[in-house]
């Protein structure tokens, strides 16, 4: 074997042992983890997803604290491709129009984890709708939202609060949609430093 073909296999193998040892320390944080902060409370997430990035996030939660789930659903939006929502979606917010979704029953939960897409900038109509429409007294509200390009985190937290009523509204999640790769790990940090 020449020195090039030694040079090859040693990078290779030094990348091998690289990505062992990120895997490793991966396993070992998440199987550390706990989400004491948010044990006995009555938890529901709660969410939105028209293309399912939103939902997928949710079930990821899910995973972790194995509560109830339950999705909006609004028929306005059913069987809509991109372009068709975003004009939808445009002048509905034009004219400060919120949907019909179906009905939550949120009176057994402390806690609801609520998710939604990014739309315009905005929480998505659907979630808006549903904040207006529950009440959140004595509830602590955790958003998470997925978005797709740019979007400003706080006036998304302020829009729960505002929409909610509620000013027990803890840090939300965020992640762009089309990198899920490392969200699970984040996601499992922001879970484990809920505290209430
Ligand atoms: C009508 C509409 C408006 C959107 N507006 C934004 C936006 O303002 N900023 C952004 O980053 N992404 C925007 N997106 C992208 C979505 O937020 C992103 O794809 C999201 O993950 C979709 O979630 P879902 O699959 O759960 O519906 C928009 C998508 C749609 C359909």
Redesign the pocket.
Same mark, same amino acid.
């Given at each position: 074997m020449n020195k090039k073909a030694i040079f090859l296999l040693g990078i290779i193998f030094a990348l091998l042992v690289l990505i062992l040892v990120v895997f490793f320390l991966n396993w070992h944080f998440n199987k550390h983890i706990s989400f004491a902060g948010l044990s006995n409370k009555k938890t529901l997430i709660v969410y939105? %997803? &028209? %293309?399912? &990035? /939103?939902?997928e996030i949710a079930k990821m939660i899910r995973q972790y604290l194995n509560c109830d789930i339950t999705e909006i659903k609004s028929e306005e939006y059913e069987n809509k491709n991109?372009a068709e929502? /975003?004009n939808l #979606?445009t002048e509905q917010i034009k004219k400060n129009y919120l949907p019909q979704t179906n009905k939550i029953n949120i009176s057994d939960y402390n806690i609801i984890f609520v998710g939604s897409? #990014?739309?315009?900038?905005n929480i998505s109509l659907p979630v808006k709708s549903f904040l207006i429409n529950n009440n959140f007294d004595n509830k602590t509200i955790i958003p998470f939202y997925? +978005? !797709? !390009? +740019? #979007?400003n985190k706080s006036k998304l937290d302020n829009q729960v609060k505002e929409l909610s009523h509620t000013d027990i509204v803890l840090p939300s999640f965020l992640t762009v949609?089309y990198k899920f790769t490392f969200t699970k790990t984040r996601l499992i940090r922001w879970l484990s430093k809920i505290t209430l």
């Open positions: 939105y %997803s &028209h %293309s399912n &990035h /939103t939902e991109a929502l /975003t #979606v897409p #990014v739309w315009q900038g997925t +978005f !797709g !390009g +740019f #979007v949609c």
